[in-house]
C-alpha cells in the first residue's frame, strides 16, 4: 500500500505539492501551499452549500448515506428507537455512552428539575399576536433566557457550561407548550416534574379542563420521534449552532440561530410540506397525474429522496411502524391511506428508484404529529425540542476541540476589481 497522501501537479508551474491524507480528508488549508509565485494568495477550495467540505470532528452521530445507517455514538438508529427511551438517548448523546440505572435516575432528575422557564418568559410568549408562527416565538422565548441566566457567558468553566445547556433542554418543552396553547388561546400550564417527559410535554400542550389523560401511544410516539430526531450530523442547524458558537456567544444565543435555521422549509418544514401535498392531491385517482407533474418538473414529490440519504431512511422504516400504532387509537384520516398508496406507487417507478429517491423521516411524520392534534405549524417546534439536545452537544464538543477557530469561510470574488469616482 503507497503512501497516505495525495500528490498534484499543478499545470501552471508544473509544480508538484503532496498533501497527507487523513481520515479519508485532507486539509483545505495545505491547497494555499499550491501558487503561481509567492504574492499569489494560493489555492482555495469551492465548495458552495459545503456539499464536500468537512467543517469539524464529531463522535457524536455516524451516517453512511449509501448504505441508509444513522448511528448515535456508535449505536444502530434501530435500537435505540425500540430500546431506550428519549432522555436515555439524550444522555447518551450528550455524554457519549448509555446510562446504568442510577446515572439514568440522575439525569431524569436534572432534565425535569430544569423543566420549568422563568416565569417572565409567559408574558414574553403572550405578547406575541396569537396569529405569530410558534418558531419566532420559542426563538424568542430561548435567547431571552440569555437575560436570566448572566452565568450563561462563562464559557471557560465546563460544569457551568453543563448547567446552562441542561437548563436550555429542560426548558425546550415548557417553553413550546406556552407557544401552542398562546396560539390556541388557552391558560399555560407549569410542568409536573414528577411525570414522564413526553406525557408532561403532552399534558402541557393538550389539557383544557382538570381531567386529562394522555394515551400511552401517543406518549411513546413521542419519545421514539424525538430519539430519531436528536441529532443528525452536521446539518443546517448544527452548522449554526457551531458557527455562530464560534464566536462564543452564550449557548441561547447559538440555540437562537439553530432554531432559525430550523425555521426554514428546506429544514425543519418539509414535513408540513409532506401534509400540504397530500391534501393537495386529496385522493387516490389523483396520485397518477400528480407523479407524471413530478416527472415533468413541475412539482416536487415532497418527503422523497434526502441530501444524504442515497438509500432508504433508516427513520422512515421506524415512523412508518410507527404510523400503524397510531392508526389504531387516532381518528382516521385518508390521508394515511393516500400517503402509502403514493410511496407504493413511486417505489415501484424507476423514475424514482434509478435516482435513488426514497421516503425520508418526514414523510410519515407530519401525519403522526396531525393525528395527535398538533397544527403543522408546530411541526418545526416538536423538531426543536428533540434537537436540542444534538445542538447542545454539538456546541459542547466544539467547545473542547482544540482545533476550535470562529467560523470564517473564503469567498470567490467576481465583483469590480478596481473603480475610481469621477
Known amino acids: 500500500m503507497g503512501r497516505e497522501s495525495l500528490t498534484i501537479r499543478d499545470n501552471r508551474t508544473d509544480e508538484k505539492y503532496e498533501l497527507l491524507i487523513t481520515d479519508g480528508s485532507v486539509r483545505a488549508i495545505d491547497l494555499r501551499a499550491i501558487k503561481i509565485d509567492e504574492n499569489d494568495f494560493g489555492l482555495i477550495t469551492y465548495d458552495p452549500g459545503f456539499s464536500n467540505t468537512g467543517s469539524c470532528r464529531s463522535t457524536i452521530t455516524y451516517i453512511d448515506g449509501q448504505k441508509g445507517i444513522l448511528r448515535y455514538r456508535g449505536y444502530p438508529i434501530e435500537e435505540l428507537a425500540e430500546k431506550s427511551s428519549f432522555l436515555e438517548v439524550a444522555y447518551l448523546i450528550f455524554n457519549g455512552d448509555l446510562p446504568d440505572q442510577d446515572s439514568l435516575r440522575e439525569?431524569?432528575?436534572?432534565?425535569?428539575?430544569?423543566s420549568e422557564p422563568p416565569k417572565m418568559i409567559r408574558k414574553l410568549i403572550s405578547s406575541f399576536p396569537r396569529t405569530a408562527d410558534p418558531m419566532v416565538m420559542v426563538m424568542s422565548a430561548v435567547t431571552a433566557l440569555s437575560t436570566f441566566y448572566s452565568q450563561a457567558s462563562n464559557?471557560?468553566?465546563?460544569?457551568?457550561?453543563?448547567?446552562?445547556?441542561?437548563?436550555?433542554?429542560?426548558?425546550?418543552?415548557?417553553?413550546?407548550?406556552?407557544?401552542?396553547?398562546h396560539m390556541a388561546?388557552?391558560?399555560?400550564?407549569?410542568?409536573?416534574?414528577?411525570?414522564?417527559?413526553?406525557?408532561?410535554?403532552l399534558r402541557m400542550v393538550f389539557q383544557d379542563g382538570t381531567e386529562f389523560t394522555v394515551n400511552p401511544i401517543f406518549s411513546h410516539a413521542i419519545d421514539v420521534l424525538f430519539t430519531l430526531h436528536a441529532d443528525h450530523e452536521q446539518n443546517c442547524s448544527a452548522n449554526a449552532m457551531r458557527s455562530v458558537g464560534s464566536s462564543l456567544p452564550d449557548p441561547y444565543l447559538a440555540a437562537g440561530s439553530a432554531i432559525a435555521a430550523l425555521s426554514g422549509p428546506l429544514h425543519g418544514g418539509a414535513n408540513a410540506a409532506v401534509v400540504k401535498m397530500l391534501e393537495e392531491i386529496g385522493s387516490k385517482d389523483r396520485v397518477d397525474s400528480y407523479i407524471k407533474r413530478v416527472k415533468n418538473g413541475e412539482v416536487r414529490l415532497m418527503g422523497f429522496g434526502h441530501r444524504v440519504y442515497k438509500n432508504y431512511d433508516p427513520r422512515a422504516k421506524i415512523i412508518k411502524k410507527m404510523a400503524d400504532q397510531i392508526l389504531e387509537v387516532a381518528d382516521p384520516s385518508p390521508l394515511f391511506d393516500l400517503a402509502r398508496y403514493l410511496e407504493e406507487i413511486a417505489l415501484n417507478e424507476d423514475y424514482f428508484v434509478s435516482r435513488k429517491l426514497y421516503p425520508?423521516?418526514?414523510?410519515?411524520s407530519g401525519l403522526i404529529y396531525r393525528a395527535m392534534g398538533f397544527p403543522s405549524s408546530m411541526f418545526p417546534v416538536?423538531?426543536?425540542?428533540?434537537?436540542?439536545?444534538?445542538?447542545?452537544?454539538?456546541?459542547?464538543?466544539?467547545?473542547?476541540?482544540?482545533?476550535?477557530?470562529?467560523?470564517?469561510?473564503?469567498?470567490?470574488?467576481?465583483?469590480h476589481v478596481l473603480r475610481h469616482l469621477t
Do not use: C
Request: glycine fraction near 6%; avoid cysteine.
Open 185 to 201: 388561546g388557552l391558560p399555560f400550564l407549569d410542568s409536573d416534574p414528577e411525570m414522564d417527559f413526553a406525557e408532561d410535554f
Open 382 to 415: 416538536l423538531f426543536a425540542i428533540a434537537r436540542t439536545i444534538g445542538w447542545i452537544s454539538q456546541w459542547e464538543e466544539f467547545m473542547k476541540d482544540p482545533d476550535r477557530r470562529i467560523a470564517r469561510p473564503r469567498q470567490i470574488y467576481g465583483g
Open 155 to 181: 464559557l471557560s468553566n465546563e460544569a457551568d457550561r453543563e448547567v446552562q445547556l441542561l437548563k436550555l433542554f429542560g426548558h425546550m418543552p415548557s417553553i413550546a407548550a406556552a407557544a401552542y396553547r
Open 107 to 114: 439525569w431524569v432528575l436534572k432534565i425535569r428539575s430544569n
Open 360 to 364: 425520508n423521516v418526514d414523510f410519515y
